[in-house]
């Protein structure tokens, strides 16, 4: 939500600052870091200056990383810490996302001479203090008064820090500019002091008489940011001391076009279908910026069509739950999808999608040699704005346990491909891809109902819902018709998949599975066989054990 100048968000890769005196040749080194919450759990009085800091100015209240503080109205996050050091000395800046656009503040921890952390909220006015001069580590010294340090004391009140703005000692804020710093070349360190015109410094530089800094007559001279002789503090390595802190900044949040923000917007209307408070929040965030990007080029890309919208609602919802988005391909990983299972998916979807075929109309012979997970991929990324999504369920069952099973979204869009969880941990990656290919055989069975009756396929399978009503059909429509059509290019589909490593009647007998066994066409093959398909798919699936008739063809990847 918030970014540090120094170095990327999570690296606690450490680069070297030195910081010049002014009025002392040697240099006071700062080792710099950027640090998130899992870093600073083991810091005990870290945490423990925390957590005195929130009960100081937060009610109880946490959301996600971020903590809010109602009587301020800022957010403190935990995610993007930036840690300065020197010697005994060391500072935590957190920063603090604040409703008023004209501020920006950081939460400072600096250490004492005892290991505790006196703490600060240190208040940057953008009104006079560009961003960019806090970037290059210099702020015009006639403009430092506009960087305002309060203490946070232990009478649960925020109180005016009283303490001289000497840059003739040190820079107060630590951020990159030094050539050596390996962050770049900025101008901020060291400082140049022109004695006529007064010195530029960051956060700190004298007032040349004429802004002198905020101040209260109730603070304590002695816990400001010059941390003079009257307090005994935590020495540089080169024996001098002083509060310094690395700022934080803020990210912008990206901007979308007006279509995709008013879907957006949708989730935080009590009006709207996709009413959810914290989805918008969600997506409204600065760490979504990657996402939104995604999601806009993806409603735009499909000329922002009533399917492409509905996609981009399931998607969000999806994200905020933590699953994973494919928008080439219209799919959707549920967050309980555990990436065995997403290898093989992937392993399915084709290179490039710029094609369509439809299936109702092809002869069988072109059927059979389809690579036919694949291209129902295709056909949903390029067709009507259909998907799928994919989840993972514990003791999936219907009457029975079952392997896995396919739904229809209620916006009748996506159809949603649930696995047995149970059955990915005992199965082959085989067995697992051949359920993957079956299903989403369902998937497109699904679409053509809803799409495309009147084709030749829809009609076949109104014919077969009609039997099935009058009681004359073994077996439900859909796997009758997989049965009668597909199961050819199901088989060559999973040997494709598998890259032929097995004599053709293994995929041909793995083809074979749920319902299709109830079905005439299963019925209707040689009785010797029959058998050694139900065989082959009971050891593929972890219900009976390999032996030297049927030894184990796949491997067993989602243990």
């Not at 051949?434 to 076949?460: C, D, F, K």
């Not at 030297?548 to 990847?557: A, D, I, M, R, S």
Request: aromatic content about 8%; overall charge negative.
């Amino acid at each position: 939500m918030l970014l540090s100048l120094s170095l990327s968000l999570i690296s606690c890769e450490e680069d070297s600052v030195d910081v010049e005196q002014q009025e002392v040749t040697q240099k006071a080194i700062f080792e710099t870091s950027q640090l998130n919450k899992s870093d600073i759990v083991n810091r005990i009085d870290l945490q423990d200056a925390l957590s005195k800091a929130k009960e100081q100015l937060i009610p109880s209240v946490q959301l996600k990383s971020a903590v809010y503080d109602s009587l301020n109205n800022i957010w403190i996050d935990e995610d993007h810490i930036s840690y300065v050091s020197s010697g005994d000395y060391e500072s935590y800046t957190f920063g603090i996302l604040d409703s008023d656009t004209t501020k920006l503040k950081n939460l400072l921890f600096s250490k004492e001479v005892d290991s505790t952390y006196t703490s600060y909220i240190i208040t940057y006015d953008l009104n006079y203090i560009l961003e960019d001069y806090i970037i290059a580590g210099t702020i015009p010294d006639h403009l430092t008064s506009y960087v305002t340090y309060r203490e946070i004391t232990t009478d649960f009140q925020l109180r005016d820090c009283v303490g001289e703005w000497r840059s003739t000692t040190y820079i107060t804020i630590v951020c990159p500019g030094d050539a050596g710093s390996g962050f770049g070349s900025g101008t901020g360190i060291p400082v140049e002091e022109d004695p006529d015109a007064g010195s530029e410094s960051v956060g700190g530089g004298s007032n040349n008489g004429t802004n002198p800094p905020p101040s209260n007559e109730t603070g304590n001279s002695n816990s400001g940011i010059d941390n003079g002789s009257n307090q005994p503090c935590l020495s540089f390595n080169n024996g001098d001391c002083r509060i310094v802190t690395n700022p934080v900044l803020p990210i912008s949040l990206n901007e979308v076009s007006d279509n995709t923000q008013s879907l957006f917007d949708s989730f935080n209307d009590p009006s709207s279908g996709n009413y959810n408070p914290d989805v918008y929040e969600f997506i409204q965030s600065f760490e979504q910026n990657e996402l939104r990007n995604d999601i806009n080029n993806y409603i735009r890309s499909e000329r922002n069509s009533l399917e492409a919208q509905g996609f981009a609602v399931e998607a969000t919802i999806a994200c905020e739950k933590g699953a994973e988005v494919d928008f080439e391909n219209k799919s959707i990983y549920d967050e309980t999808v555990p990436e065995c299972l997403k290898d093989i998916i992937n392993d399915f979807k084709p290179s490039q999608n710029g094609y369509t075929l439809d299936f109702t109309n092809l002869d069988q012979s072109l059927l059979n040699a389809l690579n036919l997970p694949g291209d129902i991929l295709s056909l949903f990324d390029n067709e009507e704005g259909y998907a799928v999504k994919i989840n993972v369920e514990p003791n999936l069952v219907n009457d029975n346990p079952i392997n896995a099973q396919t739904g229809r979204a209620t916006s009748g869009k996506m159809s949603i491909i649930t696995f047995n969880a149970d059955y990915l941990n005992r199965a082959t990656d085989l067995a697992i891809a051949r359920t993957a290919i079956h299903e989403l055989v369902h998937a497109y069975l699904q679409y053509v109902i809803q799409h495309v009756p009147n084709r030749e396929l829809g009609e076949s399978l109104d014919a077969l819902i009609l039997q099935s009503n009058l009681g004359v059909l073994n077996g439900d429509p859909q796997h009758v018709l997989m049965a009668e059509q597909f199961v050819n290019s199901m088989a060559l589909s999973l040997a494709n998949s598998d890259g032929f490593q097995h004599p053709p009647i293994e995929y041909q007998r793995l083809a074979w599975s749920g319902a299709m066994f109830a079905s005439d066409a299963f019925a209707q093959l040689d009785p010797l066989e029959q058998p050694n398909i139900i065989s082959r798919n009971f050891v593929e699936e972890g219900e009976s054990r390999p032996n030297v008739e049927f030894p184990l063809l796949g491997t067993k990847t989602c243990l």
